[in-house]
């Protein structure tokens, strides 16, 4: 209710602040029998994790993964998976500045009047340190569907206005291609020249914005509930619940506005004795329920709004406007390290459904 | 949890098919006392209502509101409000032919993967007819939150590739311009290209999609939760669960890809006393939180699937393929007649985090 | 969130004022594919329907269900089903005099401070005819766990300190002679006194007490989830939740406190090569999971607050203190009664856990 | 969905198995702005720690809570607060016999039917160790309750047939009573028996059970939800979902069985112009909903099914009979040490329904 669990069978349930002694998650519901050590969640921990490049903020996080109960002689065992990553590097001093100042583009001023007092340090709640707890689940999640054969990958398509081509649909490949390079970019040309764009942006204190795709293969027909839970409405609240996403788009997304029925409806075909369809603008969902084609969602990304340019803002406790230059060490891009958590919020949305749709039929 | 309930405190479930007996919802959560009458619902029912002119399907359903539960001598008693509306244009004889031929761009094959079986006619749940209950529920949300000073309004900003001029910031004046055309569109020289690009459409047996935006103005700082019961999530799950949407976006939306984080940034200052934004690229909300500025959302909705034009299909009992030409009754564009729904699902959002909020302090 | 919804997977919703229109239920999370027809549910209904003894008031209702969505040709099709029963023989009159006199041991008083008004006729939706939908509910509950081979049987074993001597311990048997007299007591001989005590309580004015025994065989080991959500828990809420209720005890129940933990506990054995019990003081339940066994819950059941006999109470509008004699139609007993209410509310709690079960292995 | 959630608005998570690394709680939805210290968690903790005395297990721990979330400077902030408290002396060896062999009247049969495997050491996830995190969140329920007046007090009211006589109608004073000796009882005479019979029942390696009562006093009338939600039925899950616990009443519970409608029925008066009731066999709950009285519930606790004796089992390996005699460190009587988790239960239900009717008026 106070916004900090998601989903309904598979389940989580995030905690911590950026500065605060550790971030943290609660997996519940997670089918018993599965082998789960800590490594699969530190793989993704490790792709999530600050610090690794020069498209990345410099802080720097060891985010080591501890599996604190849920786990019997490496198997889950359908009881709560608790996970705590401690805090080790948060050094609050250079937020001393930003309690009484909220910061253009981020939670100060709103946390502040929701709740009458807020953790300014480091952002607290709102911080991105709170995606921890999302991609530590959703490794856990990953796991549960590669299981099942579907795989969840996502990749910087466009970056500071530069858009990639992507020429393969072998969604492993693209997914190697992207992890190949610090922008997550897996059309090579496009992320050279990303990065050179980030360089300059950083330089002149700035930041850039960017596109995300994330694509599910391998996903059966029949995932998704009627009406309001529909998989693709549940797909928009897991992506559009991560911090500086601003549009999610299905399929064609945005572009089916200008399109004619006739150009957006995929036909459907019979292909070696199964239903296919020959083109795929529903992005794999029709009626909120999978049609086993492959999902694919696309999401904008707002500029980084910690830049070190001076912005206008108020000071709280004086009433009087101010000026801020926000130092620290920030992403001057979030959409290449966005790319883990967004993978995890869809995988989440997808194991949530594989296990809700068992109770679908008699 | 099968995905008919929608809210958490304003808690909402439908129920019901397109060709069955009736369509409905029980409302449950309204806080007690409020003044509550048939008309309030029946007012925007007519708003929804299909056969109002020749952007929108022929089908007639006088879609009379019977509230049959939660008022009591004219207010809400804070027991559940039920409301039905029977089904009375029906006519199933025309989808008889779909029952073995889903039809592309709809539910049809999903459906049948997720249950085994399906009530094909008119689509069943599916159908757009089951936003009736949303539109229902919505007059009731909309209603509390006009008591607070709170107003969501809805119009079609482009449709077929025409984009209207939206030349005024007051809200309610935008409201009644839409209001006077049948394709709901604040730009009268625009809306008049949209109607003949629709005839034209409707003429070649095809379709059109749009873009609706939905504003809301008078929301105070501080809805929405943390994480993930965002406002902008739970806003994206409730536009992207109205059929035919696939796109959700928040504020600056897709533009924010391409600026820079001293563009996207708003600026904070101190306006007569009072702390303000110098503009509104967030859409009214940060950090998932509302910060008192208008709550801007954008849709993009995909053409009718509906069309007259031969399309390729597969026959489910013959399992071969096969040509259907959908006839029926439909509308040539989705956009006019989903402002109503639009404008429903983002109140219901309002008003479940407007309750929500009263738990948020001590 | 505001009470009126139960279950996870398997979810009811029921609404409905007792001299309102209508009451009803909508049921979500049904599996697609089940026979269900209009007289499944009648069945059941016409089992709670008042007016059929002198064990019961005189309120003559048809209490005919309607299903008007969520059934196609015969069967479920996972979407809600929604059921409908029209108030007929509503006469208010009788409460006018009750608008500002709360009934001792009814809602009255405790609606009033919550909402600050209340729908006074017939107790609104505090009234026992909002039992009307949880029977409904029930009775798609009770055939769906009949699918599977659960039964549940629930009969009255005592009535006025009359207290009726089991002896036999065929289930569907005791359900047969339980049914066949107007207390629903399987004992015959207790059965016949237990009349006679309410026809001279009924002379008086007064009312009487009981216990009601609920029992669910074939129920599969493994129901039921750790830690909050146990079965006994949601047992206990379930049972709980009925108007009257004071009390539930799963197994042994109150006994067990008087017990040794070498008399309490149930001895594993093995019986023709599978695992059983010596004994049943758990109930079938160990650690909040079912066992196997029977499950068997009891409840006590307070007298009819509705008395004939003089009251003291205190006038709302007057503050001073007043005295009521409840006239109206009232059962001087309501554990006959309640027996199919008990009976639904326990299936809908295994129904929902045998579906949840399903999500509890890889 | 899984059962380690419990609560609404006032929600709580819980996590850990007796013999693995944790247990611990995060506890969402408590309002911001509340003074809270890890002392406030401590002083809870420390009363249901065991090998306190003669009448508890000798197991050893600490039990040391840590706040690793939630908290800033001393208040909450509106985020979760996570607690963990490490395991420190576990010793599973005592355990390994235990592996295949389910203890009679323990989880571990049915949790091994439920999950295909278990943590089988101390009991698992099924362990009374369970309950620190019902204690850590129970504390911050009752400050909240206390900062408005409610006090939640329990005591042992019977332990192994021997009932104490209750003769204070003040609660506080009851409890400092009861606090004073180890089983927990406000009468010292019986308590000093209940210790002499618990003495003697360890000796023959068996075990007592009891019944507990728990009241709260200053509850506002409005509390609790119609129909599924009512104040009784939500007391009534939370305790009953205490391991152990085989009855939950309210009030006059199961005496109500065999008392008149004139005997149970609470008189209303008027009371130094305030509306009262002459009597409390409601136990403060009419129709589901506070009505200002005191909240009274009673709970029957079973023997502690670890018993020294020798039992008989099964060899879930070899499929044979088998005989097991545990044991371990075990508390001879559970009563004394459910008073301060079933305290906590109690609260958590009153905090979560004290924030949920904040939204029941306009």
Redesign the interface.
């Known amino acids: ?6 989903g ?2 598979f ?1 989580i ?5 950026s500065h ?5 998650v ?1 997996v ?2 997670c ?4 082998a789960l050590a800590a490594e699969d969640i530190q793989k993704e921990l490790d792709r999530r994790r600050p610090g690794q490049s020069r498209a990345s903020t410099q802080r720097k996080e060891e985010d080591r993964a ?1 599996i ?3 786990i ?1 002689e490496g ?1 889950t ?6 996970i ?1 990553v401690w805090n080790k590097d948060a050094d609050s001093s250079a937020y001393e500045l930003l309690r009484d100042r ?1 910061r ?8 502040q ?7 300014h340090r480091g952002g ?3 911080s991105a340190r ?1 995606t921890v707890g999302r991609v530590a689940a959703g490794a856990i999640a990953k796991k549960l569907l590669h ?1 099942t054969g579907i795989e969840v990958v996502a990749y910087v398509a ?1 970056l ?2 530069i858009r990639a081509e992507i020429d393969s649909s072998d969604l492993l490949e693209l997914r190697a291609r992207a992890e190949s390079n610090p922008v997550r970019c897996p059309d090579p040309a496009a992320a050279e020249r990303m990065m050179e764009r980030l360089d300059s ?1 950083r330089a002149e204190g ?6 995300v795709v994330i694509t599910a293969e391998g996903v059966p ?10 998989l ?10 991560i ?1 500086a996403v ?25 292909s070696a ?1 199964k ?1 296919d369809f ?1 083109s795929n ?3 794999g ?8 084609q492959a999902i694919v969602c696309r999401i ?8 070190a ?1 001076p ?4 000071d709280l406790a004086s ?3 101010a000026v801020i230059e926000i130092k620290g060490r920030h992403d001057p891009a979030i959409p290449p390290r966005i790319v883990p958590v967004a993978e995890s919020m869809v995988a989440l949305v997808l194991a949530d459904h594989l ?8």
Chains 1, 2, 3, 4 share one sequence.
């Open positions: 209710m106070s916004g900090n669990t998601f309904t069978i389940r349930t995030t905690w911590g602040e605060g002694r550790a971030v943290g609660v519940d519901g089918p018993a029998g599965m501890e604190i109960s849920g019997f198997r065992t359908g009881t709560p998976i608790s705590v909220p253009p583009g981020h939670a100060d001023y709103a946390y009047m929701k709740y009458g007092l807020r953790d607290g709640r709102a709170e299981g466009e500071g206005e942006v700035d930041s850039l914005g960017g596109i027909p029949g995932l998704g509930e009627p009406v309001f839970d529909k693709d409405a549940d797909l928009a609240k897991a992506l559009m619940s911090g601003k549009t999610v788009e299905i399929g064609a997304g945005r572009e089916c506005a200008g399109m004619r029925g006739s150009q957006m409806n995929d036909p459907i075909s019979m004795d239903i020959v603008n529903a992005g969902i029709l009626g909120g329920i999978s049609t086993g904008a990304v707002k500029p980084t709004p910690s830049i340019k912005q206008q803002t108020v009433g009087e406007a296990l809700r749709q068992r109770a679908a039929r008699l």
